[in-house]
């Protein structure tokens, strides 16, 4: 197993990547560049964290992890955008935005 894939914060990442991916094709026509956002922002997040995870400084790992939280507030913007669009049911949008606060928690003590 890679260092990464003992990580909480990466496995919370993919967990969030794969509702993403359920949820995209519930966003309206015409909110096509909204759809790769979120797909693009949520595919950076668990990336990074691995690859901070295999950097050998802790500046150079403190970087991935910031661009993971930056990725993952990026979704948290696009759900509330999603939210105001009344485009996916409140319930899955309230658990997964508390699955990137979760995950902005983990990151920004990982980024010494």
Do not use: W
């Amino acid at each position: 197993m890679l260092y990464h894939e003992k990580l909480d914060v990466y496995h919370c990442a993919i967990d969030f990547l794969a509702f993403t991916y359920s949820i995209v094709d519930a966003i309206p026509r015409g909110y096509g560049s909204l759809a790769d956002q979120l797909k693009r922002a949520a595919i950076s997040i668990p990336l990074n964290i691995a690859e901070g995870s295999g950097k050998t400084t802790v500046a150079d790992q403190s970087r991935f992890y910031a661009h993971a939280r930056g990725s993952a507030m990026e979704c948290s913007a696009i759900l509330d955008v999603l939210r105001v669009l009344n485009t996916v049911a409140e319930q899955h949008l309230d658990t997964n935005k508390k699955l990137l606060v979760r995950i902005v928690s983990m990151l920004s003590k990982m980024c010494v």
